[in-house]
């Protein structure tokens, strides 16, 4: 990679929003929330990891620190796409959608 396009490299993130993940991450809510969820206290390292890993980048424009930032991103949005989502999305709206609702009748319940 040239030096130009080393120096133009952002993070996918600020700094700040790396330390505002790891703080949320280790709040007592959060913890009880994820043990509460999952049976588990959360592990938060990978957000302090990569909060020390930009800032690295920001002072030394380290390639270790670019390369681990890069991964972790990347490894955080395949994680995402395990996920499949509850609802199915529309194609378009129902048949019916400008008519009024019935409100006399009771809903079930």
């Not at 990679?1 to 505002?20: A, F, L």
């Not at 991964?71 to 996920?83: D, G, H, I, T, Y």
């Not at 609802?87 to 079930?108: A, F, G, I």
Request: charged share 35%; net charge neutral.
């Amino acid at each position: 990679m040239s030096g130009r396009e080393e120096s133009t490299w952002r993070p996918p993130r600020v700094c700040d929003d790396y330390w505002s993940e790891f703080r949320h991450c280790k709040s007592l809510k959060n913890r009880f929330h994820h043990y509460y969820a999952h049976g588990t206290s959360p592990s938060c390292l990978q957000w302090e990891e990569d909060y020390k890993s930009c800032r690295e980048w920001e002072k030394y424009k380290s390639s270790e620190a670019k390369e681990a930032l890069q991964r972790s991103e990347r490894n955080r949005v395949a994680e995402q796409k395990n996920f499949i989502p509850v609802w199915e999305l529309r194609k378009e709206p129902p048949t019916d959608w400008h008519m009024p609702l019935n409100q006399e009748r009771p809903q079930d319940s």
